[in-house]
């Protein structure tokens, strides 16, 4: 089961961008698309959908959000052509040019229209590989901490496991704080890289990029929570920062029958309820919905 869940915050783009990933993948679908009323943003759409086997949620809540390279997806290709073709179809600006690296043979890193970054690598191990997996670069003041947050997230969640990891050499990086240059880690039902910035980029991580964490009962919201928590500022509707600057979402796993499994004054008066939490009551959520 997939406990993490990227989640994409847009302006006004969520179904846009969904639709287009969905179309690039193969075993890819969009699940579902409902309306959040009366949210501060005013009503915002919430998208779920999947990307070559990886479960995603997107909304359009307004441009306080914008996507940078502190997290991307990398795209794991099992020929130059699949390269290229993703390159065609997603490039709106390159941050790493397409060519060949010490890495991979034919690798790019890109930004879309929609601002979200892409890695694209032809992959000599891509079967061996889920397709698509988030990146985490830890620059600014994050930098150097790549290995700290590894260490945190493997202990938070019970399936957490490290994989391969490589540091940088003395002299190699740019920014003498940096120390992993790449490293897997499998974490909530899906894979991941964590890498420090080696050349010293100020951008850091935010809220359009977080990772939704699905609970099955109030004892795991409070868990997690109590975890990953570092911010008491940012503890808002279910969203914590953890002391890397990372944004996570402790939500029900149930939450999306919460809210659209009723009708529209139900909708509303959830909406209302749960604007109004920083940590998420299941049961007082419960007793709002059975109001009506």
């Known amino acids: 089961m997939q406990k993490i869940i990227p989640h994409l915050w847009f ?84 941050l790493m040019p397409l060519g060949e690296y010490p890495f991979s043979k ?54 957490g496991e490290k994989g391969f990891v490589n540091r940088y050499q003395e002299g190699e990086a740019q920014d003498g704080r940096a120390k992993i240059n790449y490293s897997e880690v499998s974490l909530g039902g899906i894979q991941m890289v964590v890498m420090d910035h080696g050349y010293g980029a100020e951008f850091t991580f935010n809220e359009a990029f977080s990772l939704m964490v699905l609970c099955q009962n109030q004892e795991e919201i409070n868990e997690y929570w109590d975890k990953l928590s570092s911010v008491p500022e940012a503890e808002q509707c279910g969203w914590v920062k953890d002391r890397f600057g990372l944004s996570w979402q402790i939500t029900p796993s149930n939450m999306s029958e919460l809210l659209y499994g009723g009708t529209e004054e139900d909708l509303k008066r959830l909406t209302e309820a749960f604007l109004k939490m920083k940590k998420f009551d299941l049961a007082e959520l419960e007793r709002v919905r059975n109001q009506g």
């Open 106 to 159: 034919h690798y790019a890193w890109i930004r879309d229209r929609y601002g979200l970054n892409w890695q694209l690598m032809l992959d000599e191990n891509w079967e061996a590989r889920a397709k698509i997996r988030p990146v985490l670069l830890f620059s600014g003041e994050a930098c150097g901490k790549a290995e700290e947050a590894l260490d945190l997230y493997v202990s938070v969640f019970p399936d």
């Open 11 to 94: 302006d006004t783009e969520a179904a846009e961008a969904a639709e287009r990933y969905v179309g690039l993948f193969e075993n890819s679908r969009v699940i579902s698309r409902n309306i959040l009323p009366d949210t501060p943003s005013g009503d915002a759409e919430q998208v779920e959908f999947e990307i070559a086997g990886l479960k995603c949620s997107a909304i359009s809540a307004g441009p306080d959000f914008k996507f940078n390279p502190s997290i991307s997806f990398m795209v794991s290709c099992k020929d130059s052509e699949e390269v290229d073709r993703l390159y065609s179809a997603l490039c709106s600006d390159e």
